[in-house]
């Protein structure tokens, strides 16, 4: 018996001799009933037979079970040639990345940063910068009005004014935030952002501006020395008013923000006295800065999260 539970190799045949010698019916179970007749000696044999024989059904159970699967291991093929699944890094979205540039250099400057509503009423929209009702400049934007007259605001200056309102003069703080006008193709989105920088205080001049302009394209751009032209212009809330243009790749001149002395108008509607206080505001397109610098050609590609082209932008 011990011989023949040695040569067993499948669980199957074991289970059956198992159940054989130790079922209802099987040999052994037949014999332990009958050991009520046996002598003292016999009884020992018979117990230390059935102790061993259970002992070697498991011992025989435990190594054709580890046989069964080294076999089915051995046929299984690790191919380590596969190529790992692929990692998804989540990277900036490209207007995120440059308000981190433009804010760093900004803030070296001295700018504080601050936000404003989107839904802007009236006043901080138009009026208060110097662009009453019925002024013609309220026509140079195409603008979303709301049925209770307020309006999605079409440019960060409304910042400016809930600064200088809040926080009163010296101010030199930068506003940034998504702005609304209807238009829309390739560079003009009904939604984008603009950014907006102001800085009041005594004896502040163009040159100031200027100065705080070159120096911050010049790092924005990383170029050595950026080539500029300045332009009038007009801006109901600045005065004089000027056009930034900057030389860009093969002689090409780019418009590139707008800029001015604040009007004095603007000022007294804060509160703040225009012969003791100047000073000036520049404005820019935040998406075209980052479109010139990264090199994109189609504002909308911001907002149409395009997984793929916003991880293939790779900043
Ligand atoms: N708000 C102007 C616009 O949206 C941009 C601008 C021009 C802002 C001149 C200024 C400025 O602060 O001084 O077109």
């Known amino acids: ?74 046929k299984q093929k690790l191919d380590m040639s596969l190529n790992p699944m692929p990692e998804n890094r989540g990277t900036l979205h490209p207007l995120t990345q440059s308000l981190t540039e433009i804010a760093s250099i900004l803030e070296s400057f001295g700018y504080t940063m601050y936000t404003g509503p989107q839904v802007e009423d009236d006043w901080h929209n138009f009026t208060a910068l110097n662009t009453p009702a019925h002024h013609p400049a309220r026509d140079m934007q195409d ?25 009163g003069v010296p101010i030199k703080m930068f506003g940034i935030g998504s702005t609304y006008r209807k238009e829309m193709d390739a560079t003009h989105s009904p939604m984008f952002h603009q950014i907006e920088g102001l800085y009041i205080n005594k004896n502040i001049t163009m040159s100031d501006l200027v100065a705080d302009i070159r120096a911050f394209l010049s790092r924005f751009f990383e170029m050595d020395n950026v080539e500029l032209r300045i332009r009038p212009s007009y801006f109901p809330f600045t005065d004089p008013s000027i056009e930034v243009d900057l030389k860009w790749q093969g002689g090409k001149w780019l418009e590139i923000m707008g800029a001015g002395m604040v009007h004095p108008n603007v000022l007294r509607n804060c509160g703040i006295d225009p012969n003791v206080y100047q000073g000036f505001a520049f404005g820019f397109g935040w998406d075209r800065l980052a479109m010139l610098k990264y090199g994109l050609n189609d504002i909308r590609q911001f907002y149409d999260n395009d997984v793929r082209w916003l991880s293939h932008t790779g900043f």
Do not use: C, W
């Open 143 to 167: 603008t979303f009005f709301l049925p209770n007259g307020n309006v999605l605001r079409t440019q960060t200056s409304a910042i400016q004014i809930r600064a200088m309102e809040r926080d």
């Open 1 to 74: 018996m011990q011989e023949q539970i040695k040569n067993i190799n499948t669980l199957e045949e074991l289970q059956a001799l198992y159940t054989a010698t130790f079922g209802k019916n099987g040999t052994m179970t037949a014999r332990l009933k009958e050991m009520k007749n046996l002598d003292n000696d016999a009884r020992a044999a018979l117990n230390l037979e059935n102790q061993t024989l259970r002992e070697l059904f498991k011992t025989r159970q435990t190594e054709i079970e580890n046989a069964v699967l080294m076999a089915s291991l051995s």
